[in-house]
């Protein structure tokens, strides 16, 4: 870590001043053992995804068995966690991925991330097993775990209720519902949002079964109060002002994605042909009106939801909803894209009250809607359940939930059940599906779900909208992708909302996060010590693969992609391998960093 450090001299930073004085807790979950601990100089800036890269890489063996005693389950708000800079209370949950075998962060809004900083800590390390289920309760006067029968395969619903009685209302949770406990590996980390509904997840990769596994129910976080120390709180305020208005002037984070929420993407994505329709068989989906973030809009004027809700406090963007059925009432929220197209057109669903039962269902009993969505496209295709057949596909959710046979097998994931099943055509890489964006019409997205340590995942690093690149071109791509891939590492560090990022194309908003930093902790933020974050994240994360001896030999999209032409435009992913396997040179790029 020498070389980090020497980095952090070179560019200077208070030594009392912003998170610098965040700390970590370490629960052993086999002795009960917890101890909080003064994060290490050499951590000391790094947050979310970062840190959690870091963590690993320097306290886990990566060859570890993911489902075995050495897995560990990190939890790390990101470094502007607690100075309300917009949608920056992200919060990042980590661990080896039962599901890719990689290393896995996966990152949910909700008010977990801000809770975590207003405790005093960056991060929650998660060791040991224990035999019966407990609850984590941190809170002012400190931590403690509790023995908690009463939860065991309660649906994370039921589960936040029944914490709210037992701890009040003022409470953030983490939890998993059964799919977790019963280590399924397409299981999430549900997170509650403001108004305490577990309806935003930390999705991807299983890590709900890298918490069961440890026996942990559920993380409640109650009562902070602790402040973050500015080291130039002026200079804090007027950046985080100026990144406020940029996202208000922004025609998506302002206007679009306010209105119609992610789900403004189903007409985009359609239109360019990338939305996954029957298994990825088409990329245009008949019935994508209907699936529409317009369609949503008006059914919930009618029903009294909301199309614009913040998932965590200090979001201007609101593009969270409140999704109401037909009988007015609550149904679910945070519906997404990704949701929407995976069990939508993927299952050749057009009704969306279908899919908001689906996402209702899925983050009750802690799935990930994408894994889930992809696995019963998988499921269609083998012959388990017709295209369109609605009733089959929430009965399979429903199994899924209870634990039956079947329903166990399904949480295999999409890989494990489809080659169970003899299918050939499985759209995953690295064993983790794709969520909602056709690699073969979009290819700078395909270029990111091909490469990133992470497996399949449009978040790594989403280059939908790039201006002037052509998204069916191969041309350009890994130049694309890599860009993206570092700023998203540098957003999922800082605990910011991957939204909040799109006015940042913009040399002077990119900017600004460096002036926020600057006054949280001191010293300076040029534009190449923020993409550093995001590089050194990657480079770790590669490195830690590689030592689980996954390497760049399982860079690629599923291979039937290569060769099938996708309709409309009858594309076929293209870009080389050759050329995948220049995303990371950064030192070829012009860009030197090493990790430490
Ligand atoms: S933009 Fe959406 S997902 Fe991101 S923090 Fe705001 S409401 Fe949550």
């Not at 996966?106 to 035999?131: D, K, P, Q, Y």
């Not at 057949?389 to 399979?396: F, I």
């Amino acid at each position: 870590m020498t070389a980090l450090t020497g980095r952090y001299e070179m560019y200077g930073m208070d030594s009392k001043s912003g998170s610098t004085e965040m700390k970590l807790l370490r629960v052993d979950m086999g002795t009960e053992r917890i101890q909080s601990e003064d994060v290490a100089e050499h951590y000391a800036l790094l947050g979310g995804r970062g840190l959690i890269a870091a963590l690993l890489l320097a306290e886990l063996e990566p060859a570890c068995d993911p489902q075995g005693p050495d897995n560990r389950l990190v939890i790390c708000n990101g470094l502007l966690a607690g100075t309300l800079a917009a949608s920056s209370g992200r919060i990042s949950v980590g661990g080896k991925s039962p599901l890719t075998g990689t290393i896995k962060e996966a990152n949910a809004g909700g008010t977990a991330g801000l809770a975590l900083a207003r405790l005093g800590f960056r991060g929650i390390v998660v060791s040991g097993e224990s035999e019966r289920l407990k609850v984590l309760v941190i809170g002012p006067e400190g931590a403690r775990l509790e023995d908690a029968p009463e939860l065991a395969l309660r649906g994370t619903y039921d589960t936040c209720d029944m914490l709210r009685a037992r701890y009040g209302d003022d409470i953030s949770i983490l939890c998993i519902g059964p799919a977790g406990e019963r280590r399924y590996l397409n299981s999430s980390v549900q997170v509650t949002d403001r108004e305490g509904r577990p309806a935003r997840a930390a999705a991807r990769g299983g890590l709900g079964g890298v918490m069961g596994a440890r026996g942990l129910k559920a993380v409640v976080l109650q009562g902070g109060k602790e402040k973050p120390v500015f080291a130039d709180a002026p200079r804090f305020r007027a950046a985080s002002k100026a990144y406020m208005q940029a996202l208000r002037k922004h025609p998506m984070t302002g206007n679009i994605l306010t209105r119609f929420g992610t789900a403004s993407l189903v007409g985009a994505v359609n239109e360019m042909g990338a939305m996954p329709t029957r298994n990825y068989s088409s990329g245009s989906f008949e019935g994508a009106a209907a699936l529409s973030g317009e369609h949503m809009a008006e059914l919930q004027t009618g029903r009294k939801g909301s199309m614009t809700h913040a998932c965590q406090t200090g979001c201007p963007i609101s593009c969270s909803n409140v999704y109401n059925g037909p009988d007015g009432k609550y149904l679910t929220s945070g519906m997404e894209y990704e949701t929407i197209a995976l069990n939508g057109s993927n299952l050749s669903i057009d009704d969306i009250d279908v899919v908001a039962l689906i996402d209702r269902l899925c983050d009750d009993a802690g799935l990930d809607t994408m894994e889930t969505g992809a696995t019963l496209g998988v499921a269609a295709e083998a012959g388990l359940l017709s295209y369109g057949d609605s009733a089959r596909v929430l009965e399979l959710i429903r199994q899924m939930a209870a634990g039956t046979p079947l329903g166990m097998e399904l949480g295999q994931g999409t890989e494990r059940f489809g080659k169970s099943m003899g299918v050939t055509r499985i759209p995953v890489v690295k064993r983790q599906a794709l969520a909602g964006y056709d690699p073969r019409a979009l290819k700078g997205t395909g270029v990111t779900c091909a490469t990133s340590p992470m497996g399949a995942d449009h978040t790594a690093g989403n280059a939908i909208g790039m201006p002037g690149v052509d998204p069916l071109s191969p041309h350009g791509q890994v130049e694309v992708s890599r860009g993206c891939q570092q700023v998203m590492a540098l957003f999922d560090s800082l605990g910011m909302c991957i939204f909040a990022g799109m006015p940042a194309d913009n040399p002077e908003v990119f900017g600004l996060l460096g002036e926020m930093l600057a006054g949280v902790y001191g010293g300076d933020w040029p534009p190449e010590r923020l993409l550093g974050l995001g590089t050194e994240t990657l480079l770790r994360e590669r490195r830690f693969n590689l030592l689980a001896g996954i390497g760049e030999e399982e860079d690629d999209v599923p291979p039937f992609m290569r060769t099938e032409e996708l309709k409309p435009h009858d594309a076929v992913f293209d870009v080389p391998r050759e050329e995948l396997k220049k995303v990371f040179d950064f030192a070829a790029s012009g860009q030197g960093n090493q990790p430490g």
